[in-house]
Each structure stands twice: as C-alpha cells, then as structure tokens.
C-alpha cells in the first residue's frame, strides 16, 4: 500500500511458471522469492509436481549452500507423501531414495542430481533454496 513505511517489504503474488524450463511443469504455478530485490543472497522457487519425470539429469555444483524440499501437496497433511524420488550426491553419485516429507542440504561445490520424480501418486511440492543472490549452475565432467 502507497505510503506505508515498510511496504517495501512486502511483494504480493510472487509468482511465476517453469514454462520453458521443464515442460513438464508447463501450467503449473509456482511461488518464487529472489531476495536480491531486497539486499538479500537467497532465491526460493516451489511448485508441485504431478505427474513423474526427470527434472535434473546432469550432476552438478553451486558456489553457494541450497536446500531441496519436498513434502506432500496437500497442506493440512504435508506428512501424506505418496511419492518416490531418487536423488545422487557426491562426486560418486551415491543414490538417495525419498519417499516421505524431506529436506536435503546441499552444501556448497558438492555434486548433486540427477533429481528423478520416479512416482507420483498424487502431487507434492517441491522448493529449492539458494543461499545466493544468483543461481550459477556447474556442470560435472563425466568421468
């Protein structure tokens, strides 16, 4: 509202769509946060995910600490999760299998994905947490 000292604080519909960057998504809203606007090194993106696909195939690395959510979709019940995701960490890509409300720390410069939405029973959300002002993406070398 025009006028109030800490309006600036505030941004109302924060939201966005995967379009273009993972077809599979295409329609689905999603809820992002970029701090840069405010001074802040963290960026935010959540969306749900219906249906299964690969959403990261290439390991990769950032130069700053991130979080990798994932919790059922409905949100009176965030613990229903029917779902089943593989996630790979580490340069030897050690396979992770989540099949309940998570977070994964990913601290900075440690590989990770690919990210596999193998099943999908019913939507989940899924929010990635960047403790930097920019997402910079390094691919990993195959070996």
């Given at each position: 509202m025009p006028g109030l000292k800490y309006a600036r604080y505030i941004s109302r519909e924060p939201i966005g769509t995967f379009a273009g960057l993972h077809p599979q998504l295409t329609g689905i809203e999603n809820f992002r946060v970029n701090g840069k606007q405010w001074g802040?090194?963290?960026?935010?993106?959540s969306t749900a995910v219906d249906k299964p696909f690969l959403m990261e195939k290439v390991p990769h690395t950032h130069p700053c600490d991130e979080f990798l959510c994932f919790f059922g979709g409905n949100a009176m019940k965030v613990r229903?999760?029917?779902?089943?995701?593989?996630?790979?960490l580490g340069e030897e890509l050690?396979?992770?299998?989540?099949?309940?409300?998570?977070?994964?720390?990913?601290?900075?410069?440690?590989?990770?994905?690919?990210?596999?939405?193998?099943?999908?029973?019913?939507?989940?959300?899924?929010?990635?947490?960047?403790?930097?002002?920019?997402?910079?993406?390094?691919?990993?070398?195959k070996k």
């Open positions: 802040v090194g963290c960026r935010m993106g229903d999760f029917r779902a089943e995701i593989e996630l790979y050690e396979k992770h299998v989540i099949t309940c409300s998570t977070v994964v720390y990913i601290p900075k410069d440690l590989p990770h994905c690919p990210l596999n939405f193998k099943m999908i029973e019913q939507p989940i959300v899924f929010s990635a947490i960047i403790l930097g002002s920019k997402y910079i993406k390094k691919p990993i070398p």
